[in-house]
């Protein structure tokens, strides 16, 4: 069973940890539009951005060779095709800038045609000052294995891998200078996150981890208002998306109010409050469904293919009773008070 350790509930994504800003970056933000400042558009290709063999890539890499200086582009070169693909709106094709065909991170330049094979936009990231602080063919103190198990060490003995571990080699801006780094993604059940490592090849240390997996959390009474001494705040487990109290066992229905939405995964409500009711029920329900699954494997294959449980909060008018429907697949949950 997978559970959230309480070092992957409190390790903050990386979006979230502390990056030291430095007063000048080496990298330009892209924002370039047609219909704000128009720019012919290529004939034959006059740079070096590499083309894809589909007519949108080599269409774009042309725009990008033609107008590198006006869209700030001083080395197009360091630009590679790395991806197409088509929304409602047009087709849009994206470039990677390499170092000595190692990718830089966060170094993205999008280039949008319209639906009628037009280039209409620029986005992305650039880096226009890119010198590596070590030399791109230095040799590395640590191997890819030896990454690996740096990473693995750090989240401990106990830990447990879910997936196969990932590795690539990348430039990281850090510490004021573009550096080689390894990046070691481990997926794990304990503790639970996608862990993402990057790693200081020459000097064999770990320089950056964070977790990139989001956590529900929710505050409930273990037992009832009567004997326990107050809430708790516990972890909302096998949830589908951490911003809804659907999960692997039980989704929950609010009879009286649209249900509970937490865009930061923190479904925390006092107990006067309607949402409160449908914490209760998720994590009392989903709690129960995991133990009994964990029993008797038939069982959790059995609730598994007769699909996800409703629990119906606020059920009837002041319904003085809680039942389940075999019809509906669903346990009603009544406030008390009213008729049986």
Same mark, same amino acid.
């Given at each position: 069973?997978?559970?959230?350790?309480?070092?992957?509930?409190?390790?903050?994504?990386?979006?979230?940890?502390?990056?030291?800003?430095?007063?000048?970056?080496?990298?330009?933000?892209?924002?370039?539009?047609?219909?704000?400042?128009?720019?012919? @558009?290529?004939?034959?290709?006059?740079?070096?951005?590499?083309?894809?063999?589909?007519?949108?890539?080599?269409?774009?890499?042309?725009?990008?060779?033609?107008?590198?200086?006006?869209?700030?582009?001083?080395?197009? +070169? +360091?630009?590679?095709? !790395?991806?197409?693909?088509?929304?409602?709106?047009?087709?849009?094709?994206?470039?990677?800038?390499?170092?000595?065909?190692?990718?830089?991170?966060?170094?993205?330049?999008?280039?949008?045609?319209?639906?009628?094979?037009?280039?209409?936009?620029?986005?992305? +990231?650039?880096?226009?000052?890119?010198?590596?602080?070590?030399?791109?063919? @230095?040799?590395?103190?640590?191997?890819?294995? @030896?990454?690996?198990?740096?990473?693995?060490?750090?989240?401990? *003995?106990? #830990?447990?891998?879910?997936?196969?571990?990932?590795?690539?080699?990348?430039?990281?801006? %850090?510490?004021?200078?573009?550096?080689? /780094?390894?990046?070691?993604? /481990?997926? +794990?059940?304990?503790?639970?996150?996608?862990?993402?490592?990057? !790693?200081?090849?020459?000097?064999?240390?770990?320089?950056?981890?964070?977790?990139?997996?989001?956590?529900? *959390?929710? *505050?409930?009474?273990?037992?009832?208002? /009567?004997?326990?001494?107050? !809430?708790?705040? /516990?972890?909302?487990?096998?949830?589908? &998306?951490?911003?809804?109290?659907?999960? @692997?066992?039980?989704?929950?229905?609010?009879?009286?109010?649209?249900?509970?939405?937490?865009?930061?995964?923190?479904?925390?409500? &006092?107990?006067?409050?309607?949402?409160?009711?449908?914490? %209760?029920?998720?994590?009392?329900?989903?709690?129960?469904?995991?133990?009994?699954?964990?029993?008797?494997?038939?069982?959790?294959?059995?609730?598994?293919?007769?699909?996800? %449980?409703?629990?119906?909060?606020?059920?009837?008018?002041?319904?003085?009773?809680?039942?389940?429907?075999?019809?509906?697949?669903?346990?009603?949950?009544?406030?008390? $008070? $009213? #008729?049986?």
């Amino acid at each position: 069973m997978i559970c959230p350790g309480k070092s992957s509930q409190h390790r903050k994504p990386f979006l979230s940890a502390p990056v030291a800003a430095p007063t000048a970056v080496p990298w330009i933000d892209l924002s370039w539009f047609r219909a704000d400042s128009p720019l012919q @558009e290529a004939g034959a290709a006059r740079g070096t951005v590499p083309a894809g063999r589909d007519a949108a890539p080599r269409k774009a890499a042309r725009f990008l060779n033609a107008h590198a200086k006006s869209l700030g582009i001083n080395n197009p +070169s +360091s630009l590679i095709h !790395l991806r197409t693909w088509k929304s409602g709106g047009g087709t849009h094709v994206r470039f990677q800038q390499v170092v000595h065909a190692i990718p830089v991170i966060g170094a993205l330049v999008d280039v949008h045609l319209d639906r009628g094979g037009k280039v209409c936009a620029v986005t992305g +990231s650039f880096h226009r000052r890119l010198f590596l602080a070590r030399g791109a063919g @230095e040799a590395a103190r640590m191997t890819r294995a @030896e990454a690996i198990q740096a990473a693995l060490d750090d989240l401990g *003995r106990r #830990a447990r891998v879910r997936a196969p571990v990932k590795f690539y080699e990348l430039i990281c801006w %850090m510490r004021g200078a573009h550096q080689r /780094v390894y990046k070691v993604v /481990v997926p +794990s059940s304990r503790p639970l996150g996608t862990w993402v490592y990057l !790693l200081d090849p020459f000097r064999g240390i770990v320089v950056r981890s964070y977790n990139v997996m989001r956590f529900a *959390r929710g *505050r409930i009474y273990r037992t009832s208002p /009567v004997e326990d001494a107050g !809430l708790s705040e /516990v972890a909302l487990e096998r949830l589908r &998306a951490p911003v809804e109290l659907k999960g @692997e066992h039980v989704a929950v229905i609010n009879e009286d109010a649209p249900e509970a939405r937490a865009g930061d995964g923190l479904f925390i409500f &006092a107990p006067e409050v309607t949402h409160f009711d449908e914490v %209760m029920a998720y994590y009392h329900i989903d709690r129960i469904a995991s133990f009994f699954g964990a029993l008797d494997p038939s069982l959790a294959a059995a609730m598994s293919s007769s699909g996800t %449980m409703h629990a119906c909060v606020h059920a009837g008018d002041s319904m003085d009773n809680a039942y389940y429907d075999p019809a509906t697949n669903g346990i009603y949950l009544g406030d008390g $008070g $009213g #008729a049986a």
